[in-house]
Structure formats: C-alpha cells, structure tokens
Nanobody, 120 residues
Framework: QVQLVESGGGLVQPGGSLRLSCAFS????????MGWFRQAPGKERQFVAR????????YYADSVKGRFTISRDNAKNTVYLYMNSLRPEDTAVYYC?????????????WGQGTQVTVSS
C-alpha cells in the first residue's frame, strides 16, 4: 500500500530552523530517488530538493541551496529536510514524493503535506 506521511512543520520566525520528516511505504518508492516539493498559496507546486536512493547524491532548487539539507534513512523508510535560515518566502505546504530525473514528481499520489509558516 502506497503511503506518504509528512510531519514536522510549524510556525517559526525568520532565521529559524525546522526539520521535516516523510515516512513512505509501498513498492513504488522502493529503491527510488525521493525529494521534497512545496506549494505556497496561489502558486503551483515546485521542486525543493532531491536525494538518490543511496543518499550520495543530492540536488536543490536555487532558492534553498545552502540553507536546506535533505537526507534519508532507508532502514526507516524516511526522508528528512533540514531547513535553516528560514525566510517568509519559504512559507508553504511541504510534500514529499518520488522525484524523477527531470525533477518532476515521480508518482501521482500525494500525502497530506505539512504546513511551514515563517513569520514574525
């Protein structure tokens, strides 16, 4: 059964940090690159970060490069996103999914997402 469960979001002040988690299950995600996307109000969902199955290769959107770090624990079927130096423009609902080589979502299924709000 396919399942994606995101958690860890919340309200944080500019400059603050958060750690998001995504627990995934299902053969669809087995041995697949995974990553994070986000959707701000009134905007389309956009790519944030990608990590290979082995974890030795990562890629980030320019807007988060140097501030966000993606990692994964395959023993726990979990992907993480460490977000530092948060800005108001990072406010969005964050989702995880399989990520294809062209940085598009690799599977047509989404979890509930986790809300991140950056505000003073």
């Amino acid at each position: 059964q396919v399942q994606l469960v995101e958690s860890g979001g919340g309200l944080v002040q500019p400059g603050g940090s958060l750690r998001l988690s995504c627990a995934f299950s299902g053969r669809t995600f087995s041995r697949s690159p995974m990553g994070w996307f986000r959707q701000a109000p009134g905007k389309e969902r956009q790519f944030v970060a990608r990590i290979s199955w082995s974890g030795d290769s990562t890629y980030y959107a320019d807007s988060v490069k140097g501030r966000f770090t993606i990692s994964r624990d395959n023993a726990k079927n979990t992907v993480y996103l460490y977000m530092n130096s948060l800005r108001p423009e990072d406010t969005a609902v964050y989702y995880c999914n399989k990520v294809s080589t062209d940085l598009r979502p690799g599977y047509d299924y989404w979890g509930q997402g986790t809300q991140v709000t950056v505000s003073s």
